[in-house]
Nanobody
Framework: QVHLVQSGGGLVQAGGSLRLSCAAS????????MGWFRQAPGKEREFVAA????????YYHDSVKGRFTISRDNAKNTVYLQMNSLKPEDTAVYYC????????????????WGQGTQVTVSS
């Protein structure tokens, strides 16, 4: 069982930055691939970024490449999402999630989810 607790988020102007954090309770955190997803009102949950537990490889949705960075600190059981050059279309509730599957872009492959945190980017 993995319990994920998110922090960060809030309101920022376009072009600004925010960092989201996701702390995991499990001692086995380092063996899970971690992802960030977001969901805007009236839209489906979409993949944002993922980081692999063994290789450290990272993957991003095209819309955030070059602006967002996912990272993890296994010693602290924490994954981060640094978001720079934010745009109004980035406004959504952001979720971190953990998976034992290799299908890192599919939300249905994730087993554990954080509580979600609101990110609002004003124009």
């Amino acid at each position: 069982q993995v319990h994920l607790v998110q922090s960060g988020g809030g309101l920022v102007q376009a072009g600004g930055s925010l960092r989201l954090s996701c702390a995991a309770s499990a001692r086995t955190f380092s063996s899970y691939d971690m992802g960030w997803f977001r969901q805007a009102p009236g839209k489906e949950r979409e993949f944002v970024a993922a980081i692999m537990w063994n290789s450290g490889n990272t993957y991003y949705h095209d819309s955030v490449k070059g602006r967002f960075t996912i990272s993890r600190d296994n010693a602290k059981n924490t994954v981060y999402l640094q978001m720079n050059s934010l745009k109004p279309e980035d406004t959504a509730v952001y979720y971190c999630a953990a998976t034992g599957s290799s299908t890192w872009s599919d939300p249905y492959e994730y087993d554990y989810w954080g509580q979600g945190t609101q990110v609002t980017v004003s124009s």
